[in-house]
């Protein structure tokens, strides 16, 4: 049987992952994965029932068996995100969340647990999944493979003004002291560190524009999709 076409696209955080996985959903009428809003709502499943943060077994439990349901918004682009029955879309987007996220995504038992969740995310007609991992471990067998990077300047400025646009308070200089921190220990880990899967195209896309990235990726893809 053959799977579903897959593009994979990793990288560290405020690097345009999420906004060139939309872009180029629209333009192949393919699913998306938001593999970081797993991580995250662990966390806050997590944090809901006071668990420590650093108690493998439990949240790897908990990952097994969470209650999670991503409901598209076809008018805003943005996907709607609900947990035990509740709305959490705007709590997943704080930096809080997403360093709780980092901190639970470095346990084995924890990622083992959501590989499956996942992988059901591959559906006809194809499906482009951003995360850390997705070329490396989750979709080892990936059509097509993305690695972005950008200046750590440059994605705390991009972070930060996606918050601003969204209504979240924020302060570059501690965004940038987060994202650094969020990278080293993403990079770090043992279990599925960040990097790029070495048939992975790597597009340093600092100075150059969303629009601009997402041309070079139609073309390198043309060939193969
Ligand atoms: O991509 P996002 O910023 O939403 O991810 C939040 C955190 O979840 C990351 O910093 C990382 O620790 C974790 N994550 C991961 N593997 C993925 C996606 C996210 O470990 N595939």
Same mark, same amino acid.
């Given at each position: 049987m053959t799977l579903p076409p897959v593009i994979t696209i990793d990288g560290?955080?405020?690097?345009?992952? +999420?906004?060139?996985?939309?872009? #180029?959903?629209?333009?192949? +009428?393919?699913?998306?994965?938001?593999? +970081?809003?797993?991580?995250?709502? #662990?966390?806050?499943?997590a944090q809901a029932r006071?668990?420590?943060?650093?108690?493998?077994?439990?949240l790897a439990e908990l990952a097994l068996n969470l209650d999670v349901q991503f409901i598209p918004d076809t008018a805003s682009g943005e996907t709607r995100v609900i947990l035990d029955g509740v709305e959490v879309s705007s709590q997943l987007r704080t930096?809080?969340?997403?360093k709780?996220?980092?901190?639970?995504?470095?346990?084995?038992?924890?990622r083992t647990a959501l590989l499956a969740r996942q992988h059901a995310f591959r559906?006809?007609?194809?499906?482009?999944?951003?995360?850390?991992?997705?070329?490396?471990?989750?979709?080892?067998?990936?059509t097509f493979k993305i690695f972005m990077t950008a200046s750590a300047e440059e994605r705390a400025q991009?972070?930060?003004?996606? #918050?601003?646009?969204?209504?979240?308070?924020a302060n570059i200089e501690s965004l940038t002291a987060e994202i650094a921190q969020r990278d080293q220990r993403d990079s770090s880990r043992s279990a599925a560190p960040l990097k790029a899967a070495p048939d992975a195209l790597v597009i340093d896309t600092t100075?150059?524009?969303?629009?601009?990235?997402?041309?070079?990726?139609?073309?390198a893809i043309s060939a193969q999709i």
């Open positions: 560290p955080s405020g690097v345009g992952k +999420g906004t060139v996985m939309l872009r #180029l959903a629209a333009h192949l +009428g393919w699913h998306t994965l938001d593999s +970081g809003a797993l991580y995250r709502v #662990l966390a806050c499943a006071k668990f420590s943060l650093d108690d493998e077994p439990a930096e809080t969340t997403a709780a996220a980092s901190q639970v995504a470095v346990f084995p038992a924890v559906q006809v007609p194809g499906l482009i999944a951003d995360g850390r991992d997705m070329g490396t471990v989750v979709f080892p067998d990936a991009r972070r930060y003004k996606q #918050l601003k646009e969204k209504g979240i308070d100075g150059i524009s969303i629009e601009q990235v997402v041309a070079q990726i139609l073309t």
